[in-house]
Nanobody, 124 residues
Framework: QVQLVESGGGLVQAGGSLRLSCKAS????????VAWFRQTPGKERQFVAT????????QYADSVKGRFTVSKDSAKKMVYLQMDRLKPEDTAIYYC?????????????????WGQGTQVTVSS
């Protein structure tokens, strides 16, 4: 069983930056693919970014490419999402997810473990 705890959300003005963190409670975190998803009320969960297990593959949603950066520190069991040039449409609850030996998928069904989420609000 893997527990994931997100932090770092908050309120920021458009154009600003936030850094989300996700702490995992598992050994051998390097064997897990990790991802960030986001969700707004009434909408389906949306893929944001992912790193495959072994850190071989990194992928971003087109809507955040060039503005967001995902990174992973397996030794510290941490995943980060650096979000720059934020836009009001980035407002959502952001979730960290992990999947054992995952290839870095954009589909939420490929991840077994999920955090509780952290709210990000971008004001215009």
């Amino acid at each position: 069983q893997v527990q994931l705890v997100e932090s770092g959300g908050g309120l920021v003005q458009a154009g600003g930056s936030l850094r989300l963190s996700c702490k995992a409670s598992t050994r051998a975190f390097e064997y897990y693919a990790v991802a960030w998803f986001r969700q707004t009320p009434g909408k389906e969960r949306q893929f944001v970014a992912t790193i495959s297990w072994g850190d071989v593959r990194i992928q971003y949603a087109d809507s955040v490419k060039g503005r967001f950066t995902v990174s992973k520190d397996s030794a510290k069991k941490m995943v980060y999402l650096q979000m720059d040039r934020l836009k009001p449409e980035d407002t959502a609850i952001y979730y960290c997810a992990a999947g054992l030996r995952g290839s870095g998928s954009e589909f939420d069904s490929d991840y077994e473990y999920w955090g509780q989420g952290t709210q990000v609000t971008v004001s215009s």
